[in-house]
């Protein structure tokens, strides 16, 4: 069984940063391409950002562009969110995931395994 944990979320004035992780459990997160989702009360859940199999190529949503920064490290099966001059706008309930494919997907019906989510606070 598979599992992802999501760790780093927290309380953060604007312009901070904050560093998010993701750890696999029961798989080789090295098999599969990944993704960074969030969802803020009463909205759908958001693209942020993926990295394919090989961790060679990325794609960010424009929202985050230039700010957020996705990597993953084979060594230690855990993928990583660097955020950096937050905004009270990314607060949301950040999420993980794992899809079966190798390239970069942008849709939550690509994904097929989420980890629980972590809280991200941003204030003004």
């Known amino acids: 069984q598979v599992q992802l944990v999501e760790s780093g979320g927290g309380l953060v004035q604007a312009g901070g940063s904050l560093k998010l992780s993701c750890a696999a459990s029961?798989?080789?997160?090295?098999?599969?391409?990944m993704g960074w989702f969030r969802q803020a009360p009463g909205k759908a859940r958001e693209f942020v950002a993926a990295?394919?199999?090989?961790?060679?190529?990325?794609t960010t949503s424009d929202s985050v562009k230039g700010r957020f920064r996705i990597s993953r490290a084979h060594t230690n099966n855990t993928l990583y969110l660097q955020m950096n001059s937050l905004k009270p706008e990314d607060t949301a309930v950040y999420s993980c995931a794992a899809t079966p494919y190798l390239g970069l997907y942008r849709a939550p019906s690509d994904y097929n395994i989420w980890g629980q989510g972590t809280q991200v606070t941003v204030s003004s």
């Open positions: 990295i394919n199999r090989a961790g060679t190529s990325i």
């Open positions: 029961g798989r080789n997160l090295g098999t599969t391409a």
